[in-house]
Every structure is written in C-alpha cells, then in structure tokens.
C-alpha cells in the first residue's frame, strides 16, 4: 500500500519542484533547503529528535526537552516542526538544531535520519507520516508518540487506508495515549495494547505565561475599567459571526474592546478589511501602537496570544463555530480568563468535555450564545470567578502527565542504548 501512496505524491512533488524554483529572501530558502533535505540539521549522533507540527504542539516539544535536559546526564536534543508557526514557537536552549520536518516524500526522511542518526523518534499527537514512518522503522529506529490523540472524525480515513497505517503503527515502541478513548483508537489501528499507555494530557502540565494583566493594559492604554473580550486562534468563516457577538455586546457596553487574533497572521490583512467594513476602528499589534480609543485590537504577530488572553474579561477559542476542530481552550483559562468554545472540538474532545463537566469551560452554539454568555459575564463577574475556579480545579487534578511521557521517552533512550 505504501507505493500507492507514494504514487499518489507525485503531483505533490512536481510542485513542490517548482516550489523551490520560485525566489525568496533567506529565511525561505533556508526552508526549502530543510525541507528537501538539500541542508542537513546539526546534532550528535544519539541524540532524541522530538517533533510537533504546529504551534501547540511545539510548546509540548518545548516542555519534553526541558525536563529531559534536566536529566543526569542530558540527552543530546534536535526538534523539527512541520509548520512555520511551529517551526518559531520550537525550544532553543539546550538543543543542538532545529529544523523543518523533510516533506514525506519517499527517501527524504532516511536521508536525515542517516545524517542525523538519532538514538529515538518523538511523535507528538498525530504527526504520522507514512514515509517518515516507514524509513524510520527499516532503519531500525525506535519510534514512539507522546500526548496520543486520533480524532473519532478522522477514524473513517484511518480505517480506509488500514493496509496503509497497520503495519506502520505496528511497528511503534510506544504511544502516550491522551485519553482512554485515544488508547482504543491506536489499537484499533494495529498498535499493540502492549505499548499503549494513558498518560493523560499534557497541555495541563505546560507552563503558564508570566503576566500582569494591568501592566498590559497600561502597555496598550487600555482604561482599566474598559471591558475588553478576546477572541483567539480564529479561522475563515468564525469573524463575521465573532463581530456579530461583539456588536450585540456593545448595545449594553459601548467601551467594549475587541482583541481579534486569526489563527494564521498572514490573514492579518483580511481581516482588518471584514473589521473596517463594520465600521470598526482597528489597531494592529505589530504597529506598536497604543490601542487608546481603537474599538478591535487585532493580533497579526506570533507567540503572544497566551499572554493576551490574560486582558479579556472573558475568551472566546477558535476553530470551533467551523468545523476545524478547535485549539488549546486551556491558554485562556491558565491566565485567569473564562473560556467560550463553539461545537467542534473533535481535535480537543476530551479536554473539551471534561472541562464543560466541572464547570470550567462553555460550549456555545452560534454568535448569538456567544453575546450571551460574554454578556452574562460582564453582568456578573462571579459568573466568571466561578468558572475560573472550577477550570484550577480540574488543570491541578489532570496534570502529571507530562512526567509519565517523560519517563516513557527515557525507557525507550535507555532501550535503544542497550540494543
């Protein structure tokens, strides 16, 4: 099934040929060199590659090299990422290179790993790239996944390609399930129930950013007794119905403040044009200019919505009023925001539903359960205190599971090491 699939690739890699014809400044090229495996990464032999596609997933990688570095004595380190995003949220300290994920193009992933000779392979969530897989496992590389999550959205697609992933899965030495559900999910598709462990979530256990909500608010000139909502990580279609919110809210707060953060900065431009057309007054973050009387604070820069969050009265996550399947919808929580999600959580299900049982997170429908419950929370800021302390509840009961990943990486270091 794999030269189905490889076969499949080549329109992919005739563009992804032209792709690298087209010109760019350095840091492009840098790109497509790693890419295509045209620039080989530094690193000792033996060293633990930890890899996470995109942003959330980098800050997990980030958390696994520090308690690893931590370690007596240390492992050397490399971490890749698939996305740009990813790529410059990836840790620095402690680490010996870090690099785009080659594309999955048949020979490109052994190329690395034979320059790179890596003790073990990191997978974080769903990275699993049937090349990257395949040429990992015929080199004999020990390859496991930690922070384990397959969407029950996505099973009909695993299930149809069965013969491609079986033997690939059935070939990993270890998976960190998130939740039970994701443990039954990788055994289904062929790992065995032998290297499957729940270790939980580990976005409970990342560390919280270090914020003064009030000494943010006079950075931006924000009045202190301006209400200010948020909205981050948002995707094609979820603005217009954000605005609608935001207009219904300004009916009963007309000093209300909008912080807009699109899930992908280069759609900056776009939507400051869907905000203008409302008639909104807009300030951009990477002006540097204060917001002062602005009516939307828009984010079109990168690494700072976790710390934003910590200005809203209440917080709203993308990626769920569309059928995206969420993000992180602890970010707001941890800095002491209420959070809102909208109905499509598939990629975040279990923190999802454990949050809406203890009180700590609300599901809305549309826009209009949105202006709901932003208002309600502005009418009665107990209302929101309330969820706060559920939400520290549940993230102090949840967590460890960043030290079980820790521990399942280790084995398989010290098992490759005696093999």
């Not at 495996?37 to 996470?52: D, I, K, T």
């Not at 099973?155 to 070939?171: K, T």
């Not at 598709?189 to 909500?213: C, E, H, Q």
């Not at 820069?301 to 990626?319: D, I, N, P, S």
């Amino acid at each position: 099934m794999l030269h189905l699939y490889n076969a499949a690739l080549w329109p992919a890699r005739a563009a992804a040929a032209m792709w690298a014809l087209l010109p760019g400044d350095e840091a492009r090229r840098e790109e497509v060199a790693q890419r295509l495996v045209r620039h080989l990464p530094e690193g000792r032999s033996g060293a633990v590659w930890l890899h996470g596609a995109s942003v959330g997933e980098a800050r997990i990688v980030g958390s696994l090299a520090a308690r690893l570095a931590a370690g007596d004595p240390p492992p050397p380190l490399v971490v890749s990422a698939t996305t740009r995003t990813g790529r410059s949220q990836l840790p620095r300290d402690g680490i010996e290179d870090a690099f785009f994920l080659p594309l999955d193009f048949p020979g490109l992933p052994g190329k690395l790993i034979d320059a790179l000779r890596p003790a073990c392979l990191v997978l974080v969530e769903t990275e699993l790239w049937p090349n990257l897989l395949s040429e990992s496992l015929a080199r004999g590389l020990p390859v496991g996944v930690v922070n384990g999550r397959l969407a029950p959205e996505k099973m009909s697609r695993y299930r149809r390609f069965a013969s491609l992933y079986r033997p690939l899965l059935g070939g990993l030495r270890f998976v960190g399930a998130a939740s039970t559900a994701d443990a039954d999910r990788f055994h289904e598709l062929g790992v065995p129930a032998s290297v499957v462990t729940v270790t939980g979530n580990i976005k409970y256990d990342l560390p919280v950013p270090r914020v003064d909500a009030g000494a943010l608010r006079r950075e931006l000139a924000i009045d202190d007794q301006r209400p200010v909502l948020v909205a981050g990580s948002t995707g094609i279609g979820e603005e217009p119905q954000i605005l609608d919110a935001f207009a219904a809210v300004r009916e009963r707060y007309p000093t209300a403040l909008l912080v807009l953060a699109p899930r992908h900065v280069e759609r900056a431009a776009e939507v400051a044009g869907i905000c203008r057309d409302r008639g909104l007054r807009c300030c951009t973050r990477s002006s540097g200019q204060a917001v002062g009387d602005a009516d939307l604070l828009l984010v079109d820069t990168l690494g700072e919505l976790g710390r934003l969050y910590a200005l809203g009265h209440a917080a709203f996550v993308g990626g769920s009023l569309v059928p995206v399947g969420g993000h992180n919808l602890l970010e707001p929580l941890v800095v002491g925001t209420p959070v809102q999600f909208g109905p499509h959580t598939m990629h975040f299900e279990q923190l999802a539903a454990t949050l809406i049982e203890a009180g700590a997170g609300c599901r809305i429908a549309d826009s209009a359960r949105l202006a709901e419950e932003w208002l309600a929370i502005l009418d009665d800021p107990a209302r929101g205190e309330e969820q706060l302390r559920a939400a520290r509840a549940c993230i102090e009961r949840e967590q460890g599971a960043l030290e079980r990943s820790v521990q399942l990486v280790r084995a398989a270091i010290l098992s490759a090491r005696v093999h």
